[in-house]
């Protein structure tokens, strides 16, 4: 054990944890909000042994059902280059107190810095304590050579302070222009193969993909299994994308087809999107007092989490938990997984076909946009917009009965949410973003869209 490791019986004294005592103290750890909420006070009716664990069947792995995904770290004020790491540590040693041992990074989070924090706030606690997963994100062509894709690789196990990867993952296949870009990242230049290797000397324990987009990629990955022998797939899955991806996005594909093709070869399912970017949090309103007339003590997210957990094939679910409110209301969620029953499922069905008539912009939020060369904020664009849709405060015309309302309501939040000089107003269509959006949005389409809107709002003309 290295000198900076944390006992557990040192541990859970540190965090105020013993013997029959449950609450943990978390003083000083504030909400979006900027203030302390009741329940971020003590975590007193959260118990620390009862998160639930899943079998990985190739590795014998016990996983957290709750992952963390380390995409939406928090940061220091609005500078998305200054990663808060006091924080960082506080949630990092809050999820592993109750039980949270699956960790999920890229190099490509948080403009780069995510696998170093998450390094530095894991290395704090035993190695076995805990699976790292991170990716081979080798998105531009200049890393697409053999050279370029290693070093990458090496950086990793670097900034993550450890020798070896438990999950190792082709980051995003699918995205792009499909199959010729994924041989291009993994095939042509033998970095798959590297990575296969890695795995038969033990620095690589779990190797496997994260798919979006061009379902021929997804289908010729799981054709070759046999010669591959994947550990694990990671998939967006949620109650609205069962059935609904390919009709919100013609280029994604249903989740049950991508976790029925899973489940038919005993792949294990990593979850990521079950919140659709915060979609599923963020609903309209008579969805949200839908979900809450069922389970008034719970959130509406915690719908989509159990969801997610119900399927049986499923690993681990990941959560990009920013705050530690997020963070607490899924232990709840997962201390012990309650899992639904087939009416509850049959009800979120039946839910998503109401949500899918809202026209909400595909956005999860996930930054890959980023950052827009012409400094335009582009995901906090699309979620206040997406926020007046739920809200119903997208009128169609001045005739509407709540325009006035609406108008202010959308045009004051813009304001609010998006800086001037990084709306909508200042894109020039100059499409770079197009080929990083996992979801295939047309984002200047969608941009010119809003900024016209925003203007008729503005000239009372609509």
């Known amino acids: 054990m290295k000198d900076h490791d944390i006992s557990r019986r040192d541990f859970m004294k540190r965090l105020g944890v013993g013997a029959g005592v449950t609450g943990l103290a978390l003083a000083g750890c504030k909400s979006p909000a900027g203030q302390l909420s009741e329940k971020s006070a003590a975590l007193t009716d959260i118990t620390t042994d009862k998160m639930t664990y899943?079998?990985?069947?190739?590795?014998?792995?016990?996983?957290?059902?709750?992952?963390?995904g380390c995409m939406r770290w928090p940061t220091i004020g609005n500078d998305e280059e200054k990663l808060d790491q006091e924080t960082i540590n506080r949630l990092v040693d809050t999820a592993i107190a109750h039980g949270v041992n699956y960790f999920d990074t890229s190099p490509a989070y948080c403009r780069g810095h995510s696998e170093h924090a998450t390094g530095v706030a894991l290395a704090r606690h035993p190695r076995k304590d805990y699976f790292i997963a991170t990716k081979m994100s080798n998105f531009a062509p200049q890393t697409w050579s053999h050279n370029a894709s290693v070093a990458i690789y090496r950086n990793s196990l670097k900034e993550l302070q450890t020798d070896y990867i438990d999950y190792m993952l082709l980051h995003a296949i699918g995205t792009g222009n499909g199959m010729e870009e994924f041989r291009a990242r993994?095939?042509?230049?033998?970095?798959?193969?590297f990575l296969l290797a890695e795995r038969k000397a033990g620095r690589i324990r779990n190797l496997g993909f994260s798919y979006y987009g061009d379902i021929a990629v997804f289908d010729w990955a799981l054709a070759n299994h046999d010669k591959y022998q994947w550990d694990f797939v990671q998939i967006q899955l949620n109650y609205l994308d069962w059935k609904h991806?390919?009709?919100?996005?013609?280029?994604?594909?249903?989740?049950?087809?991508?976790?029925?093709?899973?489940?038919?070869?005993?792949?294990?399912?990593?979850?990521?999107?079950?919140?659709l970017g915060g979609r599923l949090s963020n609903v309209p309103d008579h969805i949200a007092v839908r979900l809450k007339q069922r389970e008034p003590e719970h959130?509406?997210?915690?719908w989509a989490f159990r969801y997610a957990g119900t399927h049986p094939g499923v690993l681990t679910v990941l959560s990009g938990m920013t705050y530690m409110e997020h963070l607490e209301d899924n232990l709840r969620t997962y201390c012990p997984l309650d899992p639904l029953s087939d009416e509850e499922m049959q009800f979120l069905y039946d839910t998503a076909d109401l949500m899918v008539q809202y026209p909400t912009v595909a956005c999860n939020d996930c930054k890959y946009c980023m950052p827009c060369p012409y400094g335009i904020d582009?995901?906090?664009?699309l979620l206040h917009y997406n926020k007046c849709v739920n809200q119903g405060n997208v009128a169609e015309s001045s005739q509407s009965q709540?325009?006035?309302?609406?108008?202010?309501?959308?045009?004051?939040g813009y304001d609010r949410s998006v800086p001037k000089l990084r709306q909508a107003s200042h894109?020039?269509?100059c499409?770079?973003?197009v080929p990083h959006c996992p979801q295939s949005i047309d984002i200047p389409t969608e941009l010119h869209r809003i900024d016209q809107y925003v203007e008729a709002l503005k000239q009372g003309v609509l």
């Open 245 to 275: 991806a390919r009709e919100l996005n013609p280029r994604n594909m249903d989740g049950e087809y991508l976790y029925g093709e899973l489940e038919k070869r005993g792949i294990p399912a990593i979850i990521m999107e079950p919140l």
């Open 431 to 433: 499409k770079q973003c």
């Open 54 to 68: 899943r079998l990985n069947p190739s590795s014998g792995d016990k996983v957290s059902i709750l992952g963390y």
């Open 402 to 412: 709540n325009y006035a309302e609406a108008r202010r309501a959308f045009l004051i």
């Open 186 to 193: 993994f095939i042509d230049n033998g970095i798959l193969d």
């Open 378 to 381: 582009i995901p906090a664009i």
């Open 299 to 302: 959130s509406v997210a915690s």
């Open 427 to 429: 894109c020039i269509g």
